[in-house]
Structures are given as C-alpha cells and as structure tokens.
C-alpha cells in the first residue's frame, strides 16, 4: 500500500468568507486538518477531520466557526491536504 503525502496550503480570508471556505475544503474530501489563525498568527481553533465525516457531525464547528467570524476581521486557515 502507498504512503499517503500530505501538504498545507493557506488562505487568507476575511471573518464574512471564513465558514464559506472551510465548508468548500470540507467538501473537496481531501482535507484532513484545518487550523484557523488570526492577524496576529495566533491559532484560534483547530481541528482534525476524518474520512467520511458526514456534514450533520460538523455542525457543532460550523457554529463555532460562524460566531469567530464575527469577532475577527482578516484570518488565516491552514489546512493538510493528502495528496
């Protein structure tokens, strides 16, 4: 069986675009961690994501996502993406 790679990518995006692209990397299925950071480069939240994780178990990170974006203006996701 071959080893599976993994890269991180980043975006920068403002608090309105922020849960509309995680759901986007959710969706593309080859995401398995996403890091969330502010201006400052200080990590907000963090969270691993499974194979076949099904969209009603992210509800829970999708509110939490919805009010950080509230609160901050411009952040940063980092996500590993497998190759």
Known sequence: ???KTTKEETFKVSGEAL?????DLI????VR??????????VIVEFPLTVGVVATALLPVFAAIGAMA????ECTIAVE???
């Open 33 to 42: 961690h996403i890091t969330i950071k502010d201006k400052n480069d200080k």
């Open 70 to 73: 509230a609160l901050i203006g």
């Open 81 to 83: 993406v497998e190759k």
């Open 19 to 23: 849960i509309k692209t995680v759901k």
């Open 1 to 3: 069986m071959a080893k």
């Open 27 to 30: 969706a593309k299925g080859n």
